[in-house]
């Protein structure tokens, strides 16, 4: 099993800068392909952001590009996720995930493991 948990959330005002974390523990992390998820009261869950295991790759949602950084650091087990100038919208539980699957993708059922999520609250 890999343990996933996720700090970083909490209230920021719109315009400022929000930076979640995700420690990774229990498998060796660099074997894992790493994504960021999000589900907001009475929606599904969606994509946000991906990360292939050496970093090398990146894929975001349309809704966050261009003002998201995905990154991770396999020395400390652990992947990022930066979103400057939020957003009320970005209002939300993110989950970060762990999928074993060569090819990072936006599918949540494609991922083998899930962290418990943090609450981002974006006020205006």
């Known amino acids: 099993q890999m343990q996933l948990v996720e700090s970083g959330g909490g209230l920021v005002q719109a315009g400022d800068s929000l930076r979640l974390s995700c420690a990774a523990s229990g498998r060796t992390f660099s074997n894992y392909a790493m994504g960021w998820f999000r589900q907001s009261p009475g929606k599904e869950r969606e994509f946000v952001a991906a990360?292939?295991?050496?970093?090398?790759?990146?894929y975001y949602a349309d809704s966050v590009k261009g003002r998201s950084t995905i990154s991770r650091d396999n020395a400390r087990n652990t992947v990022y996720l930066q979103i400057n100038s939020p957003k009320p919208e970005d209002t939300a539980v993110y989950y970060c995930a762990a999928t074993s699957r060569a090819v990072i993708g936006t599918i949540s059922g494609n991922y083998d493991y899930w962290g418990q999520g943090t609450q981002v609250t974006v006020s205006s």
């Open positions: 990360i292939s295991r050496t970093g090398g790759t990146t």
